[in-house]
């Protein structure tokens, strides 16, 4: 069967320090990848997208930055981090003829 | 582009008790509309899907939701609100052609006793 997998569940970091988040899937194969953050009353917004190994898109100009090295890893990953990337960081993965996502269980970031 | 209206942020009400939550999207040409729960502190879950045929669709736990096309809506329904129930659900739009779908802001479903 197919899943999704999503780590840290949770995650405090200090400002100015890096940050990696993976997600994996299983039961697929080259699935479509996508990471959005969820911030209170802010609804979804999509930061980046991949359709293959290497191929990443941006939606929104910021802070992050996304690395897909094998068909079905995608990771988000910053530098530095900013108070304003704190929030519910969420992985999905989709194949074009499924037209639904699957969501991982999603990364509550804080950063102080 | 496509837009997704959630009309109400949060919508209380007493168990056993009927809901509608609202969902407008923007455009009228062909379209895949999806009904997304989220429980608190987890990722989100397809609840339902309209592709095609049949413009009423439901979900295994007494969802439904119908396709209007004339009204570019997709209102989710249920006869019954369990305070399981209490969550927030969020409306999709994917148009023809694209594989990321656009999502309303979201509706928190908050069930009293």
């Known amino acids: 069967s197919q899943t999704i997998h999503q780590w840290p569940a949770t995650l405090v970091q200090p400002v100015g320090s890096p940050l990696s988040l993976e997600c994996t899937v299983e039961?697929?194969?080259?699935?479509?990848l996508y990471w959005y953050r969820q911030a209170a009353g802010r609804g979804l917004q999509l930061l980046f997208y991949?359709?293959?190994?290497?191929?990443i898109s941006s939606e929104v100009p910021q802070n992050l930055s996304a690395s897909r090295p094998q068909d079905r890893q995608f990771i988000l990953s910053s530098k530095k981090l900013l108070l304003s990337d704190s929030g519910f960081y969420l992985c999905?993965?989709?194949?074009?003829?499924?037209?639904?996502?699957?969501f991982g269980s999603g990364t509550r970031l804080t950063v102080v | 582009a496509q837009s997704v209206t959630q009309l109400d942020s949060q919508v209380p009400v007493f168990e056993e008790a009927p809901v509608e939550l609202r969902c407008n999207y923007s455009?009228?040409?062909?379209?895949?509309l999806f009904w997304y729960v989220q429980y608190p502190n987890q990722g989100l879950q397809l609840l339902l899907k309209?592709?095609?045929?049949?413009?009423l669709v439901e979900s295994i736990n007494g969802f439904e939701a119908e396709f209007n096309k004339s009204q570019t809506s997709f209102h989710l329904r249920k006869p019954s609100v369990h305070i399981s129930d209490t969550a927030e659900y969020f409306c999709?739009?994917?148009?023809?052609?694209?594989?990321?779908?656009?999502f309303g802001r979201g509706t928190s479903l908050i069930v009293h006793p």
């Open positions: 999905a993965w989709s194949v074009f003829d499924s037209y639904g996502y699957t």
């Open positions: 039961g697929t194969s080259n699935p479509n």
């Open positions: 991949s359709v293959g190994i290497g191929q």
């Open positions: 455009s009228s040409v062909s379209v895949y």
């Open positions: 309209y592709l095609s045929g049949s413009t």
């Open positions: 999709a739009v994917r148009g023809g052609g694209s594989y990321i779908p656009t």
